[in-house]
T-cell receptor, first 112, second 113 residues
């Protein structure tokens, strides 16, 4: 069974601070996705990274896929209260539209 | 298309009762997935369909769980003889072969009392 460990589990920061969330595995994934989930709702896809070493930017969010495709990171610059939520990484074993293995999640709270 | 729809949003049932959840995926998506999520954890894979064929079922899924997608459109997930350990959020997602990302529904929150 492929496992994805996320760190930290919880993060409470003030508006304007920067943060990084890590997603690590001993297994290789063909692609890795990041989702954000609000309480009582389903996860919403933020980004998919496919190529080892790939970096993608989405406004203040920067996503990186490790060279060996075993790990990933999410960096948020100048966090805002609207960034509050549960961040989940998810790895795909196969190609497109394949089953995902989700990480343990990082709960982020951004306060004023 | 308004996305993936799940019904009901909440279900409270007594232990031992059967429950059924419905998922309506995005119409052009041929793959449909069921996941379960307990508090403080990431979603856990249960099963998935390509069109009407159930391609994979988690080994963690007991015989009390069954899922169908009879016409390759909507899907149902049934839990028989519910137990307190079944209490969780049941998430449905859909995708199209060739795409990486899923679109999730809002989930069905099951509470077994």
């Amino acid at each position: 069974t492929q496992l994805l460990e996320q760190s930290p589990q919880f993060l409470s920061i003030q508006e304007g601070e920067n943060l990084t969330v890590y997603c690590n595995s001993s297994s290789v994934f063909s692609s890795l996705q990041w989702y954000r989930q609000e309480p009582g709702e389903g996860p919403v896809l933020l980004v998919t990274v496919v190529t080892g070493g790939e970096v993608k930017k989405l406004k203040r969010l920067t996503f990186q896929f490790g060279d060996a495709r075993k790990d990933s990171s999410l960096h948020i610059t100048a966090a805002q209260p609207g960034d509050t939520g549960l961040y989940l990484c998810a790895g795909a074993e196969g190609g497109t539209a394949s089953k995902l293995t989700f990480g343990t999640g990082t709960r982020l709270q951004v306060t004023l | 298309d308004t996305g993936v729809s799940q019904n009901p949003r909440h279900k409270i049932t007594k232990r031992g009762q059967n429950v059924t959840f419905r998922c309506d995926p995005i119409s052009e998506h041929n793959r449909l997935y069921w996941y379960r999520q307990t508090l403080g954890q990431g979603p856990e894979f249960l099963t998935y369909f390509q069109n009407e064929a159930q391609l994979e079922k988690s080994r963690l899924l007991s015989d009390r769980f069954s899922a169908e997608r009879p016409k390759g459109s909507f899907s149902t997930l049934e839990i028989q003889r519910t137990e307190q350990g079944d209490s969780a959020m049941y998430l449905c997602a859909s995708s199209y072969t060739g795409d990486y990302g899923y679109t999730f529904g809002s989930g069905t929150r099951l509470t077994v009392v």
